[in-house]
Structure formats: C-alpha cells, structure tokens
C-alpha cells in the first residue's frame, strides 16, 4: 500500500524568507500525481500545487515551487518569499494513476511565518 | 471558495443517533469524494462516486454509507454514532472520474461532534 511520510510536523519561517517542507513516499508504481494542499485555520483544503509523476519538470505556482526526485520519492514544498497568510497545516498527498482513486495523506505539517 | 458547498458546518450530536452530511460538487464536477479528518487517524479517504455510482472505497466503515443523486449532491449517512466519530468531514469534487491528472477541490467541511 501506498504510503506519505511527513517527517516534519512543525517549521516555522520568517516573513519573506524561503522554507522547504519535505515529504517522501512509498510505491511500486511508475505512474501517479502528487499534491500539496494547504489547510488554514478554516480548516478548507486548498489545493497548492500538482505534479504529474511522468513529467521530468518541476512544477511550479507563483512562489510555490517543488523538488520532484522520482527515484529517491522525494517531493518537497518550496516557499518563497513567505507570507503571513501562508501559516497553515500543509499535506503531501499521494493519489495513483490507476485502480483505487483515493488520495493518501501525510500527517502534515504545521507552518507558522514570524512577522 | 472552491465552489464545493457542505451543509451542515457543525453538527452535534449523541452516541447511537444518525446524521446526514450533504455535499454539492462544483459545478460540471461528476466525481465527489468523502474524507474524513480526525486527530488520532489523520485526514482518510472514505469513499467515491461518479455520476451516480460507487467507483472506489477506502476506509469506510459499515455504519456509514454514501449515495450520490442524480442532480449530482451527495449525502454521506452515519449511524450508530460513537464518540470516535467525532472529526471533520471533508466532501471533494473533481470533474471526471479520477483516472485523469485532474484536481481534486475540498469543500469547506462538518465538524461532527458526538458526546
């Protein structure tokens, strides 16, 4: 079964400076899509950004960018110049291209940006 | 706003009753999604719909069932309440029926409280 390791349960940045937010996976499938989705305190799920496990690129969103290591299963969330309205739990979530379409969470990790 | 709504946004109840949880998929969504999010099980998948019918199901337990209607709302039925279904209920939609790179968006959740 597939399985999302966030290692990181709290990081804290400052505001305008740079945090990375890790997360690994577990599968033996080649093919599948990543996501990281945001949660505030009012507790929606805000879908930050995608990637699609065949393409070699990097995706990226404004000052949201991820390290996409397929071999290593490695996917981690870069924050640029970080906001105040980016404190938030975040989730790596890990969902397969084929069969069961449920997406496995992460345990998250909580985000606070200092002023 | 990802324009998924869910009624109601807190619900409290007692141990033993049943509760109806309705969602609405944004619009020209045929897939919706229940999550439920709780402190000790983290954020899980319960169960999928696509037009009308069940396609996936992950860790749903045989208290709680699903129906999606063909105006596309679905209601997600819980019963026999104990106190460990007390959590967030997340309701998410995406346009087809998950096989594709495509986004799942959230709603804003039930907070279910039974006491």
Not at chain 1, 59 to 83: G, P, Y
Not at chain 2, 43 to 71: C, H, M, T, V, W
Not at chain 2, 99 to 115: A, C, D, M, W
Request: aromatic share 12%; with cysteine.
């Amino acid at each position: 079964a597939q399985t999302v390791t966030q290692s990181q349960p709290e990081m804290s940045v400052q505001e305008a400076e740079t945090v990375t937010l890790s997360c690994t996976y577990d599968t033996s499938e080649s093919d599948y899509y990543l996501f990281w989705y945001k949660q505030p305190p009012s507790r929606q799920m805000i879908l930050v950004i995608r990637q699609e496990a065949y393409k070699q690129q990097n995706a990226t969103e404004n000052r949201f960018s991820v390290n996409f290591q397929k071999a290593a299963k490695s996917f981690s969330l870069k924050i640029s110049d970080s906001q105040l309205g980016d404190a938030a739990m975040y989730f790596c979530a890990y969902r397969s291209a084929s069969g069961n379409n449920d997406m496995r969470f992460g345990a998250g990790t909580r985000l606070t940006v200092k002023p | 706003d990802s324009g998924v709504t869910q009624t109601p946004k807190h619900l409290i109840t007692a141990t033993g009753q049943r509760v109806t949880l309705r969602c609405s998929p944004r619009s020209g969504d045929l897939s919706v999604y229940w999550y439920q999010q709780s402190l000790d099980q983290g954020l899980q998948f319960l169960i999928q719909y696509y037009n009308g019918e069940e396609r996936a199901k992950g860790n749903i337990l045989e208290r709680f069932s699903a129906q999606q209607f063909p105006d596309l709302h679905s209601e997600l039925n819980l019963s026999s309440l104990e106190l460990g279904d007390s959590a967030l209920y997340f309701c998410a939609s995406s346009v087809a029926e998950g096989h594709f790179p495509e986004t799942q968006y959230f709603g804003p959740g039930t907070r279910l409280l039974v006491l």
